[in-house]
């Protein structure tokens, strides 16, 4: 079994930058995913941001520019940075891993606004 974790959400002014921690850990072996979705009230879980096992990342046009991913020597961990965040980037935000089942954290909340 795989557990997946999320942490760094908050509130934020818009323009202002936020840094998000996702932690894997458990049955972690051959290729998989790690990515940041997002969800707001009434909607799906819509892709931000990923980056697989062999390190090839990928960016929704959403965050492209603004948003950038990262991984540890681990592999295990995603971290994304979030800068110029915009009133619209507020939502939940979940980490997935993914290996053919996903996996998901519980959400971390992401608040822009004045």
């Known amino acids: 079994q795989v557990q997946v974790v999320e942490s760094g959400g908050g509130w934020v002014q818009p323009g202002g930058s936020l840094r998000l921690h996702c932690a894997a850990s458990?049955?972690?072996?051959?290729?998989?995913?790690l990515a940041w979705f997002r969800q707001t009230p009434g909607n799906d879980k819509q892709l931000v941001a990923s980056i697989t096992s062999l390190n090839t990342t990928y960016y929704t046009n959403s965050a492209k520019g603004r948003f950038t991913v990262s991984t540890d020597s681990t592999k295990t961990t995603l971290d994304m940075l979030m800068n110029n965040l915009k009133p619209e980037d507020t939502a939940i935000y979940y980490c997935?891993?993914?290996?053919?089942?996903?996996?998901w954290g519980p959400g971390t909340q992401v608040t822009v606004s004045t």
């Open positions: 458990g049955s972690i072996r051959g290729f998989y995913t």
């Open positions: 997935q891993h993914s290996d053919g089942r996903a996996t």
